[in-house]
């Protein structure tokens, strides 16, 4: 091995062990391995310049400037107070639809704040009609995940995931191109924790009391594996009809300029988030507290550390020895494994470090075997989203966690066999929509 690849190795080595371990910021390791790797000239100044510069989070950060002037408008309070209506007249089922209506509403915009704003209303309406909390909370967490997989811009892995693979030289993604995959891993997870999945955690043990308000700045961002003060909870907005309505026009300009093609998403994005702060919907001094600096540097800092992999050749080793191993599978089986692979990944490591490091490896197998290298990005982009087992994979787990009275147990015994209902959806769908 060279120089370069050893201190690429290392330096991937010693970041996930940070990772695992816990007990540093996410963002932080991130960008000192990035610094490693620039001061032993692993890897160059223009390439950590790109990183920095990615499209990805150009088009994140718009983002969260758009949904977070959607969120100061009192446009999310006032959809959820019309869900806590619904809730009240419809009983369980009004719950299990205000569950999936946040689940939609994760497709288009982060799902911490909408699972904030929701779980206690979700919570409270359940304990006044005397059912447990328990059954509901969990299911919301995980819809709002599952909603996230249905288009491009649902969360942060699936533009990482789609800028990688650009950077590659494959083709990118359209907003909804990945839509039929994601809705059909979302009604099959769906569909479990409606039918399997609540009836497994009623039960009236560790009821919660009523939790704090509290400032919902003090979360870490969602989609970065890292545990917040989930505790915490976002205080109650009064609804601005024209700050509401404009903002909610830019989003939805932005979606279908990106959508159907006229511009791409981060120029739309960042176009929008311009026009929402032009015309004061949006204070400057909010759109940079809206900018969620911790996800955008850790992105940043894990997308340097994974094109050192690929300029010292690591990544072809690694997916050479896969190919040998899964070649006689064929590019099913290899797809299979490869969502396994990843899943795995997730559950003990960021959704944003896995999309990182498997993005090269996806792209190479394809290419390796001789098909489009497609599927199986989308293979990643459902994987490093849609992992259920333990509650410190999201942010929006370990607030349901803390809130519920939950143990790590119900985690396991709910969101492990819906990793397997969704990897096999996954599976199904994926050589469907994106033929090998």
């Known amino acids: 091995m060279s120089f370069d690849q050893i201190a690429a190795l290392l330096v991937l080595v010693a970041v996930i062990a940070a990772l695992v371990w816990g007990k540093m910021r996410s963002d932080i390791i991130a960008l000192t391995g990035a610094a490693v790797l620039l ?33 100061l408008s009192g446009l999310l309070d006032l959809f959820i107070r019309s869900g806590t209506a619904l809730c009240r007249r419809l009983g369980a089922a009004g719950l299990w639809i205000v569950i999936f209506l946040c689940g939609g509403a994760s497709a288009f915009l982060n799902n911490t704040p909408i699972v904030v704003l929701s779980a206690p209303v979700v919570r409270d309406v359940a304990t006044s009609m005397n059912l447990s909390p328990r059954r509901f909370l969990i299911p919301l967490s995980y819809a709002a995940v599952l909603g996230g997989c249905c288009t491009l811009i ?19 993604f359209g907003v909804f191109e990945i839509s039929g995959v994601g809705l059909a891993v979302a009604l099959a997870g769906g569909a479990f924790l409606f039918l399997v999945g609540g009836r497994m955690l009623d039960n009236r043990k560790n009821q919660p009391g009523p939790g704090p308000e509290i400032d919902a700045s003090l979360l870490e961002a969602a989609d970065t594996g890292t545990v917040g003060h989930a505790e915490v909870f976002t205080k109650s907005r009064p609804l601005s009809p024209i700050k509401a309505v404009v903002s909610l026009l830019v ?18 994005a960042f176009a929008g988030a311009v026009i929402l702060i032009l015309a004061r919907v949006i204070s400057p001094e909010e759109a940079y507290a809206g900018l969620r600096p911790e996800i955008l540097l850790l992105i940043a800092g894990m997308v340097v550390i994974g094109l ?3 300029v010292t050749g690591l990544a072809a080793a690694a997916t050479n020895g896969l190919v040998s191993w899964v070649q006689p599978l064929g590019p099913l089986g290899a797809l299979v494994i490869l969502y396994g692979v990843t899943l795995f990944l997730t ?3 960021s959704n944003a470090t896995v999309a990182v490091l498997v993005t090269p490896v996806a792209v190479a197998l394809g290419e390796s075997l001789g098909v489009d290298p497609r599927p199986f990005l989308v293979a990643v982009m459902m994987a490093a989203s849609a992992a259920f087992a333990t509650p410190f994979g999201y ?32 599976a199904i769908a994926i050589p469907v929509f994106f033929p090998f």
């Open 39 to 71: 001061a032993t000239g692993t890897i160059r100044p223009v390439e950590v310049q790109s990183a920095f510069a990615s499209p990805a989070l150009i088009a994140l950060a718009s983002l969260f400037v758009i949904a977070y002037a959607m969120e």
């Open 154 to 172: 649902g969360t942060s892995t699936n533009l990482l995931v789609n800028d990688m693979a650009r950077a590659a030289g494959q083709p990118t």
């Open 251 to 268: 989003f939805v300009g932005v979606v279908t300029a990106a959508g159907l093609g006229w511009a791409p998403i981060a120029a739309a």
């Open 308 to 310: 050192s992999l690929e």
């Open 347 to 349: 559950e003990a490591l």
């Open 395 to 426: 942010q929006t787990n370990v607030l349901v966690y803390q809130l519920g009275g939950y143990n790590y147990t119900d985690f396991l015994k709910v969101g492990l066999p819906l990793n397997l209902v969704t990897w096999a959806a996954a």
